[in-house]
């Protein structure tokens, strides 16, 4: 009996992703570790506690975790100003509120970050609640975020919007939903591989079909 729509930020409503790419090339080389920067991308999506061990291995994250993740940030907010929101994501906010939907921002951004982007969409009134990574222990593909979001608000069941696998495999371990859009750079077939029940385009190509989507209506 879904309530609550939970939608991801970085990457879904607003284009963040190769800015966080070309943040942690930069946060890595302080270290003397250079990496692909597409392989970093294929990792955005998770949290700075997964993505570091992920692309760096668990050797630089027991010498380097904590420090890295400081550099990654000291990387990225000169890049703050770049940031803008997509097409359509205010609108979607406002369309799902009025369905009766109780919107949450399930972000694994810092609490700074998520802060700016909810001016940059000019949402705070839109959102019932929303999430940091210091709101979890382990954040996506753990579904941890995913359950204190809909905590937060008292949902009965949730259903997620994100644009990374990473998004789509932590609403299945939390037991919702996941709807995926492309605007984090990944395919259609990996993320209805992962387990995306659909997968859009763009918000304004979800919006124009919101009615055939587990968004519809809640339960």
Same mark, same amino acid.
Request: proline fraction near 5%.
């Given at each position: 009996m879904a309530d609550?729509?939970l939608?991801?930020?970085?990457?879904?409503l607003?284009?963040?992703?190769?800015?966080?790419?070309?943040?942690?090339?930069?946060a890595?080389?302080?270290?003397?570790?250079?990496?692909?920067?597409?392989?970093?991308?294929?990792?955005? *999506?998770?949290? @700075?506690?997964?993505l #570091?061990? %992920?692309?760096a +291995? =668990?050797?630089?994250?027991? &010498?380097?975790?904590? $420090?890295?993740?400081?550099?990654?940030?000291?990387?990225?907010?000169?890049?703050?100003?770049?940031v803008?929101?997509?097409?359509?994501?205010?609108?979607?906010?406002?369309?799902? *509120?009025?369905? @009766?939907?109780?919107? #949450?921002l %399930?972000?694994? +951004? =810092?609490?700074?970050?998520? &802060?700016?982007?909810? $001016?940059k969409?000019?949402?705070?009134?839109?959102?019932a609640?929303w999430?940091?990574?210091?709101?979890?222990?382990?954040?996506?593909?753990a579904?941890?975020l995913?359950?204190?979001?809909?905590?937060?608000?008292s949902?009965r069941?949730?259903?997620?919007?994100?644009?990374s696998?990473?998004?789509?495999?932590?609403?299945?371990?939390?037991g919702?939903?996941?709807?995926?859009?492309?605007?984090g750079?990944?395919s259609?077939?990996?993320?209805?591989?992962a387990?995306?029940?659909?997968?859009?385009d763009?918000?304004?190509?979800?919006?124009?079909?919101?009615?055939?989507?587990?968004?519809?209506?809640?339960?």
């Open positions: 609550t729509a939608l991801d930020v970085d990457g879904t607003v284009d963040t992703n190769y800015q966080h790419s070309v943040a942690w090339f930069r890595f080389r302080r270290f003397g570790l250079t990496l692909p920067v597409w392989r970093i991308h294929r990792a955005i *999506g998770m949290g @700075g506690d997964q #570091v061990p %992920a692309v +291995g =668990q050797e630089f994250e027991a &010498e380097h975790g904590d $420090d890295a993740r400081s550099a990654w940030t000291e990387e990225f907010d000169p890049l703050l100003p770049e803008q929101p997509f097409d359509g994501a205010r609108d979607l906010l406002a369309e799902l *509120g009025r369905r @009766g939907w109780t919107v #949450v %399930a972000s694994s +951004g =810092q609490q700074q970050h998520v &802060e700016a982007f909810l $001016d969409l000019d949402a705070r009134e839109l959102c609640a999430t940091s990574s210091a709101d979890a222990e382990a954040t996506k593909p579904p941890d995913f359950q204190v979001a809909l905590q937060r608000v949902g069941a949730g259903v997620v919007l994100g644009d696998t990473w998004d789509v495999e932590a609403a299945a371990k939390a919702m939903a996941g709807v995926a859009v492309r605007t750079g990944y259609t077939d990996e993320l209805a591989g387990g995306a029940s659909g997968v859009h763009s918000l304004r190509e979800l919006l124009e079909h919101l009615d055939d989507t587990p968004f519809a209506s809640p339960s």
